[in-house]
């Protein structure tokens, strides 16, 4: 989903905000300049009252889905800066994709709100958090951040000049049964409290909020129809969890080595489980793979991804139906394969990283979320 914050991207991934020194906004932002008197500052001045009437108008835009609004609320020259990459982001760029988006907003909510006045120019900070459900309706998802927004009055208008916004790592706590993210974007050590190991690694370590993990060699999961013999040492980051589910991540496999490989994994125990993975396989090199085991495993090759270093997998659960499903950007998810496991009441869903034949690789994970929904349509992850 979309936020129109670009709070992603998940990545996320740690945001950097640089504002330019307010001294010199002011300077520039308050100069009206008049066609038949001499350059005089702008003696305009901006209300705490006025600020949070635009925030609150704002809000009703998102909440409303009403882009046309967005034109009168951000100023021409308005910018958003906090994403992964450190790119910036425009008015128009925004609204376009906000306009064509497919998700709403259900709830927006804001704590520790201040204003800081500057003459015509106001500073708005706070945390917001944001409930966000897919069109459909079926896919839900929170989202808590903190914020800075910039609003200049000119002309007797106010509008929005700059936004940054930042994630908060920290997700409230919420009921077994609501549709919601359980788990966010960007790895932090508490977050990784709420896991456990089966086959804890050599090592690991969170930089950036990107967890690094460390596959010695022989490490795999493989139940080999061919003799019999099975295979089950590496490392599995799981949570356990009940009911429908959706799961999602993005990796960057250490590709070092053949069958080097991360993969989403569902597993009930040595004879049942699941491995969806983006793995440097023998026959087609970077490509989706998949692995189904009911007593013996299977091994599908999928789409080759030649030249890609990461993809988003994401896995689903309905009932005892699993979807397998990968995409390039993380929005636009093609499934690659659908199955079942026998009924269980619960199943252990995570990252696994494996290096099965070749020295220790260095697995990244980007991102991981999982979230107690029920999908309307398996095939297409909605």
């Not at 969890?241 to 569902?266: E, Y």
């Not at 020295?359 to 929904?373: G, M, N, Q, R, Y």
Request: glycine content about 4%.
């Amino acid at each position: 989903m979309y936020d129109i914050r670009k709070s992603n991207t998940v990545s996320p991934f740690r945001r950097i905000f640089v504002l330019v020194s307010l001294a010199l906004l002011i300077s520039s932002c308050r100069l009206d300049v008049s066609t038949d008197k001499k350059d005089s500052f702008n003696t305009e001045t901006i209300t705490e009252k006025e600020a949070l009437d635009l925030l609150h108008r704002w809000t009703e835009a998102y909440l409303q889905g009403d882009a046309d609004a967005l034109e009168n609320i951000l100023d021409d020259s308005w910018l958003y800066s906090g994403s992964a990459d450190g790119k910036t982001t425009n008015k128009r760029a925004t609204i376009e994709e906000f306009s064509s988006a497919d998700y709403k907003f259900e709830d927006i909510t804001y704590e520790n709100l201040e204003v800081d006045l500057y003459g015509a120019i106001a500073v708005v900070r706070g945390s917001e958090t944001m409930v966000i459900v897919g069109n459909s309706g079926m896919d839900s998802t929170q989202l808590s951040l903190r914020f800075t927004d910039v609003y200049q009055k000119k002309d007797g208008v106010i509008r929005a000049i700059s936004t940054h916004s930042s994630p908060i790592d920290e997700v409230p706590n919420q009921s077994e049964n609501a549709s919601t993210k359980t788990a966010a974007s960007g790895f932090t050590y508490e977050l990784m409290e709420e896991f456990q190991w089966m086959n804890r690694p050599k090592s690991h370590e969170i930089i950036d909020g990107v967890l690094h993990i460390t596959a010695t060699k022989g490490t795999d999961f493989f139940n080999n129809p061919e003799d019999n013999s099975s295979t089950s040492s590496a490392p599995f980051l799981y949570k356990e969890i009940k009911g429908d589910f959706v799961a999602k991540a993005l990796v960057r496999p250490d590709f070092s080595s053949q069958w080097n490989a991360v993969a989403l994994m569902v597993y009930v125990d040595d004879n049942n489980w699941i491995k969806f993975a983006f793995e440097n396989s023998d026959a087609t090199g970077n490509s989706i793979v998949s692995v189904v085991t009911r007593n013996l495993s299977d091994d599908s090759n999928g789409v080759i991804l030649k030249g890609h270093e990461q993809v988003w997998l994401k896995i689903i659960r309905k009932d005892n139906n699993y979807a397998m499903l990968w995409s390039r950007d993380g929005k636009d998810f093609k499934m690659a394969r659908l199955t079942t496991l026998p009924e269980f009441d619960s199943v252990k869903i995570g990252i696994e990283a494996q290096s099965p034949v070749g020295d220790s690789a260095v697995h990244e994970i980007l991102h991981f979320d999982l979230a107690k929904t029920r999908v309307k349509d398996m095939r297409k992850g909605i």
